[in-house]
T-cell receptor
Framework: AQTVTQSQPEMSVQEAETVTLSCTYD???????LFWYKQPPSRQMILVIR??????QNATENRFSVNFQKAAKSFSLKISDSQLGDTAMYFC????????????FGKGTRLSVIA | GAGVSQSPSNKVTEKGKDVELRCDPI?????LYWYRQSLGQGLEFLIY????????KSGLPSDRFSAERTGGSVSTLTIQRTQQEDSAVYLC???????????????FGSGTRLTVV
């Protein structure tokens, strides 16, 4: 079974600064997908960024980028130029490439952006 | 619809009562998922529907929990004889089938916050 670990329950960052959220996972699979979701107070989960394990290049989406280290099974999220609207829970998630297994989530990191 | 719709948004119930939570997925999405989010915990998988296949019920925590999906669209999660530990946010998500879900991820609703008193 796959597990996802987020070791930072809470983090804070000053507005305009950069912050990195950590995520590690455990799997015996070689092909899989990794995701970061954002959950603002509205509770609706929003997909931030995704990474395909067979791609070495790290994914980027505007101010969001990942550092994917397959051998270390690490998938951290970097948020640059943090904005107040980035305040939310952030969840790391894993999905196998084969079969129809649902997303497996970590316990989340609560990020507060401070003005 | 334009998004995944869940109702009610909030529900307070007395211990021992049954509750039904509803999820209306995005039209055309064949896969539907239920997750539970307890305080301080991540999203715990409950059940997964894919088209006409038998649902994956491997995440249901007890036989008090059940779910159905009628006509491949709307789903209802039922909790019988509710307990205080059932208090949580119940999130529903839908996706296109198979490989598309890996590309686009899931679309989530805003959840139902269930409080058992």
């Amino acid at each position: 079974a796959q597990t996802v670990t987020q070791s930072q329950p809470e983090m804070s960052v000053q507005e305009a600064e950069t912050v990195t959220l950590s995520c590690t996972y455990d799997t015996s699979e070689n092909n899989y997908y990794l995701f970061w979701y954002k959950q603002p107070p509205s509770r609706q989960m929003i997909l931030v960024i995704r990474q395909e394990a067979y791609k070495q290049q790290n994914a980027t989406e505007n101010r969001f980028s990942v550092n994917f280290q397959k051998a270390a099974k690490s998938f951290s999220l970097k948020i640059s130029d943090s904005q107040l609207g980035d305040t939310a829970m952030y969840f790391c998630a894993f999905m196998k490439r084969s079969g129809n297994t649902p997303l497996v989530f970590g316990k989340g990191t609560r990020l507060s952006v401070i003005a | 619809g334009a998004g995944v719709s869940q109702s009610p948004s909030n529900k307070v119930t007395e211990k021992g009562k049954d509750v039904e939570l509803r999820c209306d997925p995005i039209s055309g999405h064949t896969a539907l998922y239920w997750y539970r989010q307890s305080l301080g915990q991540g999203l715990e998988f409950l059940i997964y529907f894919q088209g006409n296949s038998a649902p994956d019920k491997s995440g249901l925590p007890s036989d008090r929990f059940s779910a159905e999906r009628t006509g491949g669209s709307v789903s209802t999660l039922t909790i019988q004889r509710t307990q205080q530990e059932d208090s949580a946010v119940y999130l529903c998500a839908s996706s296109l089938a198979g490989g598309d879900s890996r590309v686009h991820g899931y679309t989530f609703g805003s959840g139902t916050r269930l409080t058992v008193v």
